[in-house]
């Protein structure tokens, strides 16, 4: 009777939902305890909001708070059921698969059993001559991918021709033919290989790298290069620039103080040539008032003066007959000499700056 009032009191203080002791124990409306993390992933799995105990349906989810006393108890219960040396285990750790009421963490799990024990529960694997034959490991919550689907029993073989773990049972079966080998003997083959794969890839990955690393290396001096280039393009270019307007401002210069010669040349001699027409104007009028006179004596008498004489010396100057000193210099100005001279070597240089960068 003690035993079974001992597991009905364990029993109280067990979630429903996860089978284990409470965890921040929350209460619902209708009455019944749950662990919150629980209820509340039970809540959200479902469409609608009732307890998993009773079934009784809330419009509204509940607001629920944590038991405080409730949690208190079962600090205090698992006190008590948890001996010296032993550990609950936590969530995400391996339980003990016979440990009634509070779960222990597990120990080792039993590949025969298909159970996994606490330290205390395993006590029998280590005493009975016929449990020790079984084969012990670390603990391990997927048993059910160690067992065949088919046959229940561990899958111990592994088939080379299907790639897939196998029992014994399934060599009677479906592999019967084909070649397997154990699993463990399987398992050291399979990462032999990829300690292998995984060293060549190492390998590779080191030398492409490498490659990167060098290729970056050598982007990054072109770019250095062009920018270097570039600056040095600029300043030859502004050099060049620099030096055509310094010569286009002597060559102006230049132009303009023959153009002031000339202009200078050529006021001086219309200004003699004004003279002469001058001149020649008063002779002409002088001329033409010995042509009006009827008296012959007088007529004859003034051709033959000193005036006329003086007069015929001076109107045949070699100035008179003769090209101005100027013009030779103001033909070659009006052919524009300069502005060819300009043309001509900016077309030569347009032309050689084209032809180099078109064989870029």
């Known amino acids: 009777m003690a035993s079974a009032s001992s597991l009905l009191c364990e029993e109280q203080f067990l979630c429903s939902i996860c089978l284990n002791t409470f965890t ?56 008590m059921r948890v001996k010296d040396g032993e550990v609950l285990a936590k969530p995400g750790e391996v339980p003990c698969d016979v440990c009634i009421g509070p779960k222990r963490k597990a120990h080792k799990t039993c590949l025969v059993c298909l159970t996994s024990y606490c330290q205390a529960d395993l006590e029998p694997h280590q005493r009975v001559a016929s449990l020790k ?14 067992v065949c689907q088919k046959h229940d029993k561990m899958l111990e073989l592994f088939c080379c021709t299907d790639q897939v ?73 502004g050099a060049l620039v620099a030096s055509l307007l310094k010569n286009q401002d002597e060559l102006i210069k230049l132009i303009q103080e023959k153009h002031k010669a000339v202009e200078t040349q050529a006021e001086t001699h219309i200004a003699l040539l004004e003279e002469e027409v001058d001149v020649l104007r008063r002779g002409i009028a002088e001329l033409e008032e010995y042509l009006q006179t009827e008296d012959h004596l007088h007529f004859l008498h003034s051709c033959s003066s000193l005036h006329y ?47 180099e960068v078109g064989m870029k």
């Open 24 to 79: 921040d124990p929350v209460t619902t409306p209708c009455g019944h305890n749950y662990c919150k993390t629980c209820i509340t992933e039970y809540w959200d799995s479902s469409d609608v909001t009732q307890c998993p105990l009773c079934k009784k349906r809330f419009r509204r989810r509940p607001q629920l708070q944590v038991n405080t006393e409730f949690r208190d108890m079962m600090e205090c219960f698992n006190s």
């Open 309 to 355: 004489v003086a007069f015929n010396k001076d109107v045949f100057k070699p100035l008179s007959h003769g090209v101005p000193p100027f013009t030779d210099s103001l033909s070659k100005m009006s052919e524009q000499i300069y502005l060819g001279m300009v043309k001509k070597y900016s077309a030569q240089i347009e032309k050689i700056l084209s032809k």
């Open 133 to 146: 034959k079984h084969k012990l490991i670390d603990p391990v919550s997927n048993l059910k991918d160690r």
């Open 165 to 237: 773990c196998i029992c014994f049972m399934c060599l009677k079966d479906d592999h019967v033919t084909h070649i397997t080998i154990p699993s463990e003997r399987a398992f050291r083959e399979g990462k032999a290989r990829l300690e292998s794969l995984t060293s060549e890839m190492k390998e590779i990955e080191k030398t492409k790298s490498s490659h990167v690393k060098e290729a970056k290396r050598l982007a990054q001096q072109n770019k250095h290069e062009s920018e270097r280039e570039l600056a040095d393009i600029a300043e030859v270019l």
